[in-house]
């Protein structure tokens, strides 16, 4: 039942900023922890930033102090702000549910469990 949409990306310039969102629907229970992955062209996915319940946030280092997790909506929805972009943050962006155990964030690697992911491009 559960599904995740992203939306908000596009093609912006270097030290430009985007919003992503992604929007949680289709399930009764509450939602532990929601986190953001990217894959760059020809890489593996890696973690970018996580939410926990309570509002508890973590970030890649790569990503820390530049962008910004939070929740919307009556908490169905997760807003991820990304400032200073850089040439390197081009991917596509998808968001997850997991878990979290002692402030690391675990995700659920089911189909149901990721969105289809929105292509962020950074020019020079």
């Known amino acids: 039942q559960v599904q995740l949409v992203e939306s908000g990306g596009g093609l912006v310039q270097a030290g430009g900023s985007l919003r992503l969102s992604c929007l949680v629907s289709?399930?009764?229970?509450?939602?532990?922890?929601l986190g953001w992955y990217r894959q760059p062209p020809g890489k593996q996915r890696e973690w970018v930033a996580a939410?926990?319940?309570?509002?508890?946030?973590n970030y890649a280092d790569s990503v820390k102090g530049r962008f910004t997790l939070s929740n919307d909506n009556a908490e169905n929805t997760a807003s991820l702000k990304m400032h200073s972009l850089k040439p390197e943050d081009t991917a596509v962006y998808y968001c997850?549910?997991?878990?979290?155990?002692?402030?690391?964030?675990?995700?659920?690697?089911?189909?149901?469990?990721w969105g289809k992911g929105t292509t962020v491009t950074v020019s020079s």
């Open positions: 939410i926990f319940s309570g509002g508890a946030t």
């Open positions: 289709g399930s009764s229970l509450t939602i532990n922890a």
């Open positions: 997850n549910l997991g878990t979290e155990y002692s402030g690391t964030y675990y995700p659920k690697y089911g189909d149901a469990y």
